[in-house]
Every structure is written in structure tokens, then in C-alpha cells.
T-cell receptor, first 116, second 114 residues
Framework: DTGVSQDPRHKITKRGQNVTFRCDPI?????LYWYRQTLGQGPEFLTY????????KSRLLSDRFSAERPKGSFSTLEIQRTEQGDSAMYLC??????????????FGPGTRLTVL | AQTVTQSQPEMSVQEAETVTLSCTYD???????LFWYKQPPSRQMILVIR??????QNATENRFSVNFQKAAKSFSLKISDSQLGDAAMYFC???????????FGEGTQLTVNP
């Protein structure tokens, strides 16, 4: 299976600790996205990369959050000094810059973060 | 800013019957994409169907079809011959043609009764 993969699938941490998540996109996809999903809600956009360039960031992405995509392959999302409000599912998606078919995003299984 | 509204938090359907999930959106753009995603209890988001706004023909994928009403900014999903495996949270999503982000609705939890 060559879908989007995320690691770890679950992370429990104590408030104030730093955490890092990894996303490996579908290999031929040059676009990568991070979303956050809280229980019972739709995902909310965090940030977007085209190749290695971070082209868009949501205002939800506070200065405690940083994302990178070195060499335009996998991406990491780091949260520093975690807070209980950071508890959520963090979803990664990837897409190929193409109009045919439309620029469709394919999602990974997510990383569930619990901050105690 | 674009918004997507799903007014039905929960829906249920009997196995083999048909159900329609509603979605409305607000945008000032004329060209955009609309999607329905399914998120089963395992929580991996799966694409169900997509529609390009410039296409008047409604998209269909096997048992899934949409009713796209551009003027009304409405994009409903019809599931025919419902199966137990269709039980999931369904999200409607919007994307500008030139944009990157998906804007999701709040979701509709679909239950399929045997």
C-alpha cells in the first residue's frame, strides 16, 4: 500500500513537553497538508507545502507549532510546550498538482495527541 | 471567508434503502471544487466523490451521486442501496480552484440499520 502514512499513530504527553509527528506522502505527490481535527468536528487547515516550500499557514498555527518538509519528501510537525488544548487528531494529506483529476487530497490515518 | 454547513448532525437509514445528506456552502468564487469524504470509526478520511463547479453534470460513483445546485450553493450526497459498511461520519468539503486548503463542514454521522 503506497498511501499517506503517519507516525506515531498515538502520542500521550505531559503538558509542557515537545512532540514531533511525521508524515510520509504518496510518493509522486508534491503537495502536503496538515490539518487538526477535534472530536466531533471537521478537520481544520493548519499549513501547506508545495515541494519543500511552506506556502500557506493558518492563524491556528501558533508560534508553538512548526512544520518542515526538507527535500520535499516527508514532513514533520512539531508542537513545543504542549497545552491541553492541543489534544486532537493531527491529519496529514497529500495531492498532486493537477487539474485532471482535480487537485484531490488523500489523507493519512492521523496521529492522535493526548496532552495530560 | 468560505464556509461549509452540514445541517444534519445525524442521519439513519435502513440497509438497502436510499439516504441523502445535505451540504450548503458560501463563496463568492465562480470556479471551485466540492468533495464528500467518509471517515469510518477507524478515522482514516476516504474520498467518496468530487465535483468541479464548472461542470453542470452531477458526479456519480457507483452507489454514490451528488445533486449540485450551483445557484443555490447546495451539494447533497445521495447513497443508494445503503450497506452496513457505509456507516461513518461524512464530511462535505470545499476548495477554491487556485487555493490549497480544504474547508470542511461539521459532518453528518450516518447510521445504517440492518
Amino acid at each position: 500500500d503506497t498511501g499517506v502514512s503517519q507516525d506515531p499513530r498515538h502520542k500521550i504527553t505531559k503538558r509542557g513537553q515537545n512532540v514531533t509527528f511525521r508524515c510520509d506522502p504518496i510518493s509522486e505527490h508534491n503537495r502536503l497538508y496538515w490539518y487538526r481535527q477535534t472530536l466531533g468536528q471537521g478537520p481544520e487547515f493548519l499549513t501547506y507545502f508545495q515541494n519543500e516550500a511552506q506556502l500557506e499557514k493558518s492563524r491556528l498555527l501558533s508560534d508553538r507549532f512548526s512544520a518542515e518538509r526538507p527535500k520535499g519528501s516527508f514532513s514533520t510537525l512539531e508542537i513545543q510546550r504542549t497545552e491541553q488544548g492541543d489534544s486532537a487528531m493531527y491529519l496529514c494529506a497529500s495531492s498532486q498538482n493537477s487539474r485532471a483529476p482535480p487537485d484531490t487530497q488523500y489523507f493519512g490515518p492521523g496521529t492522535r495527541l493526548t496532552v495530560l | 471567508a468560505q464556509t461549509v454547513t452540514q445541517s444534519q448532525p445525524e442521519m439513519s437509514v435502513q440497509e438497502a434503502e436510499t439516504v441523502t445528506l445535505s451540504c450548503t456552502y458560501d463563496t463568492s468564487e465562480s470556479d471551485y471544487y466540492l468533495f464528500w469524504y467518509k471517515q469510518p470509526p477507524s478515522r482514516q478520511m476516504i474520498l467518496v466523490i468530487r465535483q468541479e463547479a464548472y461542470k453542470q453534470q452531477n458526479a456519480t460513483e457507483n452507489r454514490f451521486s451528488v445533486n449540485f445546485q450551483k445557484a443555490a450553493k447546495s451539494f447533497s450526497l445521495k447513497i443508494s442501496d445503503s450497506q452496513l459498511g457505509d456507516a461513518a461520519m461524512y464530511f462535505c468539503a470545499y476548495k477554491e480552484t487556485s487555493g490549497s486548503r480544504l474547508t470542511f463542514g461539521e459532518g453528518t454521522q450516518l447510521t445504517v440499520n440492518p
